[in-house]
């Protein structure tokens, strides 16, 4: 089956960029879509079909998708960024899944 | 303006039948091009896709909970609705219910654009 890897976590300083990775077989033939989650909360979309933004999310969060790893990008870090974030695909090649990456604590120093 | 409510018992004894409904706002539960879907996410743990059902007909279901797992529709009620059976304690969590949508392609393969707040599921004797 399908699988997505994502970092644990990564830590940054407040001002700085922060670079979560999803690497996936070929996971650049497929549209990729991640999340956000604060504790307790339930997720937010913050960047689907691979570097589109909801209305309502800042230009600070963007996307790429290539080859085997997709990149979400937070610029200029804010302490309110601290989150899980998740990646999300659609299998086609097996059972039309639904697939997430295991999640990426983000840590703002 | 879309809303999406879970609701259900917050404590199921195994191994019975947990059953939540998803209450939806908004709009109309057989509007076209989206997909209305399950999660969940144990405690302290990622996200899990249980299944998802289009237009109250074709359904999708996770292959690791496939045998276990009925989604259906109840149009006249604008709401949808997860069946779990033979539930043990690895089933608890918070569940969401959810619509895929806005994205590009085929529907399935849409960002899960609106989320209900979450159900704490407690699976115990």
């Known amino acids: 089956s399908y699988m997505l890897t994502q970092p644990l976590s990564v830590s940054v300083a407040p001002g700085n960029t922060a670079r979560i990775t999803c690497d996936g077989n070929n996971i650049g033939m497929k549209s990729v879509h991640w999340y956000q989650q604060k504790p307790g909360q339930a997720p937010v979309l913050v960047v689907y079909d691979d570097s589109d933004r909801p209305s309502g999310i800042p230009e600070r969060f963007s996307g790429s998708n290539s080859g085997n790893t997709a990149t979400l990008t937070i610029s200029r870090v804010e302490a309110g960024d601290e989150a899980d974030y998740y990646c999300?695909?659609?299998?086609?090649?097996?059972?039309?899944?639904?697939?997430f990456g295991g999640g990426t604590k983000v840590i703002v120093l | 303006q879309l809303q999406v409510q879970e609701s259900g018992p917050g404590l199921v004894k195994p191994p019975e039948t947990l059953s939540l409904t998803c209450t939806v706002s908004?709009?109309?539960?057989?509007?076209?091009?989206?997909?209305w879907g399950w999660f969940r996410q144990p405690p302290g743990r990622g996200l899990e896709w249980i299944g998802s059902i289009y237009y109250g007909e074709t359904s999708y279901y996770n292959p690791p909970l496939k045998s276990r797992v009925t989604i259906s529709v109840d149009t006249s009620k604008n709401e949808f609705s997860l069946q779990l059976r033979s539930v043990t304690a690895a089933d608890t969590a918070v569940y969401y219910c959810a619509r895929q949508g806005g994205g590009s392609g085929w529907y399935l393969s849409h960002p899960i654009a609106s989320w209900g707040q979450g159900i704490l599921v407690t699976v115990s004797s």
């Open positions: 908004g709009v109309s539960i057989t509007s076209r091009g989206h997909f």
């Open positions: 999300h695909v659609w299998d086609s090649s097996s059972d039309h899944r639904l697939v």
